[in-house]
């Protein structure tokens, strides 16, 4: 019989063409041998292609959904990406840690959707500032740091966010170093190289990696082993087919 899997959960949107959000998420956490839940922020109406608009859930629905899961299993680790506003994020972190003490949440801030929907006109720096401090690690691409931080400069912007939690900089959007990823802690930097050229774009890929990287943390994996294992899960997939939506293998 096989052993009892962590429990895990992620807060995402529901994207129904499955390449993204919540759906792409259980995928990852299904491959990667954990239990997940998924939590639904928001209604999409998209294609891999096309992002044509978004229903917001209130957020005392969302935590309606996560409250009778938390009370009846042991979450250890969490996954949240888009959520209406920062404000939202912010009480919605601060609540997980009131009903689950220990949690650790890993935030992927997605600002925009892969077809180049905004989901955030105006980025609120100071919610941010505040938000960072709670969670466990966030991991934006190189506009999404210079976007929370106001600078003009990824690795600066993201040695910035680090004072703050640990950062994974994703380099999919890297100006020099295409798909070089590196993980920045206020003790050390991690540096993970791509290890194939032979990649295709893919619509969520930025929500798969940050759901394997939660899945191996709850694995028992260190955090620069989740983020090398999370992206090398995520390069199987972006190599896994010419079209924007990837197949799932580990």
Not at 14 to 19: A, E, F, I, Q, T
Not at 56 to 69: F, G
Request: charged share 15%; aromatic share 8%; proline share 5%.
């Amino acid at each position: 019989m096989e052993q009892e899997r962590p429990y895990v959960m992620s807060f995402a949107g529901l994207d129904p063409s499955g390449g993204a959000g919540l759906l792409a998420d259980i995928k990852t956490f299904e491959q990667h041998r954990v239990q997940g839940a998924g939590i639904c922020t928001a209604l999409t109406i998209q294609t891999p292609a096309q992002f044509i608009s978004v229903e917001w859930i209130p957020l005392s629905y969302i935590l309606a959904q996560a409250k009778p899961l938390l009370a009846s299993n042991n979450v250890q680790y969490c996954k949240v990406s888009i959520m209406a506003d920062v404000s939202s994020l912010l009480e919605l972190v601060r609540q997980l840690k009131q009903l689950s003490p220990g949690i650790r949440i890993i935030v992927d801030p997605v600002l925009k959707a892969s077809a180049g929907f905004a989901f955030h006109n105006h980025i609120q720096q100071q919610a941010w500032r505040e938000l960072l401090p709670e969670i466990y690690l966030l991991t934006p691409n190189y506009d999404e740091a210079l976007l929370l931080t106001g600078l003009t400069d990824g690795e600066q912007a993201a040695r910035t966010l680090a004072n703050s939690c640990a950062v994974l900089l994703k380099g999919g959007h890297h100006q020099h170093h295409q798909g070089q990823d590196t993980l920045y802690t206020q003790e050390e930097q991690h540096v993970f190289r791509p290890s194939t050229t032979t990649v295709y774009p893919k619509h969520g890929s930025g929500c798969v990696l940050s759901a394997a990287i939660t899945a191996a943390l709850a694995n028992g994996q260190t955090l620069p082993q989740a983020c090398y294992n999370g992206k090398v899960y995520t390069e199987k997939l972006l190599a896994s087919h010419p079209s924007l939506t990837g197949y799932h293998h580990n």
